[in-house]
Structures are given as structure tokens and as C-alpha cells.
């Protein structure tokens, strides 16, 4: 099967477009202590069932060096709990990739997911304001793909990214065979 991978942008913070309100309450925090073990259980936790598997064998030193160069991780919590993250990379001339995005399998369904692209992407909008160093923003990036969760195009859209370009055949770190789950091997869940 045919994979494809859609870029999109957004190239003002006029671009953004608000979420309707999620029907769960969610606080977005950032965390702000680089945590290579946060990140790698969100990575799984969100991407298990959408076949995320290139940072799967990453060691902790490679996870550390990822979030150095500066990624902001954005996590949305319901009473506590991780319902989904957002992970910002500054890269050069004022653009932001949003390099990962998703929710945790339950929190899925609950518009949770319009209300954290929102919330993270005006985060992107104003990331110079937290790091004097960084040009400001002036552009938004991110890829999605065929294999992603199907309503995530539509999300991506909804909040004002526009396609820039489309790719066939370009599976990235996915493999359309079974699904690792939030650990190597275990398999798709079915708790949803």
C-alpha cells in the first residue's frame, strides 16, 4: 500500500484557527527539564498504535542530544493523567517544527487533540519569547502521513496549516506491519 506523507505550514500567527472546546478538561504544561524518559514514554505511549518505531531504539544519550537542541515539550494532562504531547524544534530562520504531536489511545475521540494543536501551536508562535536567542517565528511546519490517525489531517487543516507538499511512497520510520504499542512488541491495544 501506497504511504502518503503530507507537509504543512502555517506562515502567520493569523494562520491559526481556534479548537472547539474538548470534552475532557486538559491542562497544557510544558516541561521544562529536558527528561529523555518523558519523552520516549510519550513517543510510545501516543505513537505505539500509529507504527512511530524510528526513535524506538534510541538510547538514552540519543534521546538527551534530541531534546538539547533546544525541543520544548508540551504535554496535555486530564486530572493528572497524560492525555497527549506536542514536541517544538526551533530550527533556523525563525521556523518551528512540530515534530511530534498526538494523544494517548483513550483520550482519543474527546476533541482533545484541536485544543493541544491549538494551545502548541500559538506556543510555537511565541517560542522566541522564552528563548532570547531564537529569530521569532516566522513559520510553522509539520509532516503527517496515511498511516497517522485519521482524523489528523483533518486537525492539522482545522487549525489553519495548509498542505505544501505531498509525497507517495514515502513511509518514513513507519512500518505497516503490526504496531509496537507503548512497549517494543506488545502488540496494538484494544482498550480504546
Same mark, same amino acid.
Given at each position: 500500500?501506497?504511504?502518503?506523507?503530507?507537509?504543512?505550514?502555517?506562515?502567520?500567527?493569523?494562520?491559526?484557527?481556534?479548537?472547539?472546546?474538548?470534552?475532557?478538561?486538559?491542562?497544557?504544561?510544558?516541561? =521544562?527539564?529536558?527528561?529523555? =524518559?518523558?519523552?520516549?514514554?510519550?513517543?510510545?505511549?501516543?505513537?505505539?498504535?500509529?507504527?512511530?518505531?524510528?526513535?524506538?531504539?534510541?538510547?538514552?544519550?540519543?534521546?538527551?542530544?534530541?531534546?538539547?537542541?533546544?525541543?520544548?515539550?508540551?504535554?496535555?494532562?486530564?486530572?493528572?493523567?497524560?492525555?497527549?504531547?506536542?514536541?517544538?524544534?526551533?530550527?533556523?530562520?525563525?521556523?518551528?517544527?512540530?515534530?511530534?504531536?498526538?494523544?494517548?489511545?483513550?483520550?482519543?475521540?474527546?476533541?482533545?487533540?484541536?485544543?493541544?494543536?491549538?494551545?502548541?501551536? %500559538?506556543?510555537?508562535?511565541?517560542?522566541?519569547?522564552?528563548?532570547?536567542?531564537? +529569530?521569532?517565528?516566522?513559520?510553522?511546519?509539520?509532516?503527517?502521513?496515511?498511516?497517522?490517525?485519521?482524523?489528523?489531517?483533518?486537525?492539522?487543516?482545522?487549525?489553519?496549516?495548509?498542505?505544501?507538499?505531498?509525497?507517495? &511512497?514515502?513511509?518514513?520510520?513507519?512500518? +505497516?506491519?503490526?504496531?509496537?504499542?507503548?512497549?517494543? &512488541? %506488545?502488540?496494538?491495544?484494544?482498550?480504546?
Amino acid at each position: 500500500m501506497d504511504v502518503i506523507t503530507w507537509y504543512l505550514e502555517q506562515t502567520s500567527p493569523s494562520d491559526l484557527l481556534p479548537a472547539k472546546p474538548p470534552a475532557i478538561e486538559l491542562d497544557i504544561v510544558r516541561a =521544562e527539564i529536558p527528561s529523555p =524518559e518523558l519523552n520516549r514514554f510519550l513517543y510510545t505511549a501516543v505513537g505505539g498504535d500509529w507504527q512511530w518505531t524510528e526513535r524506538l531504539p534510541w538510547t538514552w544519550r540519543q534521546w538527551a542530544e534530541w531534546l538539547s537542541q533546544g525541543v520544548e515539550t508540551w504535554v496535555a494532562y486530564h486530572r493528572g493523567t497524560p492525555a497527549g504531547y506536542v514536541e517544538l524544534v526551533p530550527q533556523d530562520e525563525g521556523t518551528i517544527e512540530v515534530a511530534s504531536f498526538g494523544l494517548l489511545p483513550w483520550a482519543i475521540g474527546k476533541a482533545a487533540g484541536g485544543r493541544l494543536l491549538e494551545y502548541c501551536t %500559538a506556543r510555537a508562535w511565541d517560542i522566541a519569547e522564552r528563548h532570547p536567542g531564537l +529569530e521569532p517565528t516566522r513559520r510553522v511546519w509539520l509532516h503527517t502521513c496515511s498511516l497517522d490517525g485519521p482524523a489528523a489531517l483533518a486537525n492539522y487543516q482545522a487549525r489553519g496549516f495548509r498542505i505544501y507538499d505531498s509525497r507517495v &511512497g514515502v513511509p518514513g520510520d513507519r512500518d +505497516e506491519g503490526s504496531t509496537p504499542g507503548p512497549w517494543p &512488541g %506488545a502488540g496494538p491495544r484494544t482498550h480504546r
